[in-house]
Structures are given as C-alpha cells and as structure tokens.
Nanobody, 122 residues
Framework: QAHLEESGGGSVQAGDSLTLSCVVS????????MGWFRQASGTEREFVST????????KYADSVKGRFTTYRDSDKNTVYLQMNNLKTEGTDGYYC???????????????WGQGTKVTVSS
C-alpha cells in the first residue's frame, strides 16, 4: 500500500512562488501516474495537474496553465508542483494522488496524501 506525503506549503503573497513536494513510499512509484489537486474549505477537490509515469504526458488545469509546472524524480520517488505567480486565491489544501491511469479525474486516484496548505494573500 502506497503512502504519500506532501510538503512545501506556506503563506505567501500574490505573485510569489512555491514548490510543493510529494514523496511516495510503499508503492511502485515508477509505474503510477501522479496528480495534484487542490481543495478550499467547503468545496470539491479540483484538478490541478497530472503527470504520467514516464513524464511523457502532462496535463494542467486551464487556471494554472503557464504558471504551474509538475515534474517527477524517480530516484527520489517524488513528484513536484512548482507554482509561480500565485494568485490571491485564499487558502487551499494541495493534495497529491497516485493512479494507474493518467487522469484528471479524482475518481481514478487510489491513494492520497494528507495535503499541504497554501495561503495566498494580496
């Protein structure tokens, strides 16, 4: 059973950058696609990005395209989300998940981390 742990969240100002990390243990990291989702309090978890096991396929939500970059390091069993030019979007929990498919649908994800909080203020 895979265990996912996110880190790197914090409080920043609009326009700043942050890089989130998600370390995966106990599973076949190299065989799984990974995704990032975010969720504000009281809302549905929404898709941010997904990267295939080989990194050959990457997809972003329209709202973050051009500002966020996701990549993975198989030697470290880690997937990253580099977030540039953060917008004043309040506080979101950012969650990484693993899936045997390459998908933007949270229903396809088997395992999730506990999340890391990102607060963007003006």
């Amino acid at each position: 059973q895979a265990h996912l742990e996110e880190s790197g969240g914090g409080s920043v100002q609009a326009g700043d950058s942050l890089t989130l990390s998600c370390v995966v243990s106990g599973g076949m990291f190299s065989r799984y696609a990974m995704g990032w989702f975010r969720q504000a309090s009281g809302t549905e978890r929404e898709f941010v990005s997904t990267i295939s096991w080989s990194s050959a396929s990457i997809k972003y939500a329209d709202s973050v395209k051009g500002r966020f970059t996701t990549y993975r390091d198989s030697d470290k069993n880690t997937v990253y989300l580099q977030m540039n030019n953060l917008k004043t979007e309040g506080t979101d929990g950012y969650y990484c998940g693993s899936t045997p498919l390459w998908s933007g649908s949270k229903k396809e994800y088997d395992y999730w981390g506990q999340g890391t909080k990102v607060t963007v203020s003006s």
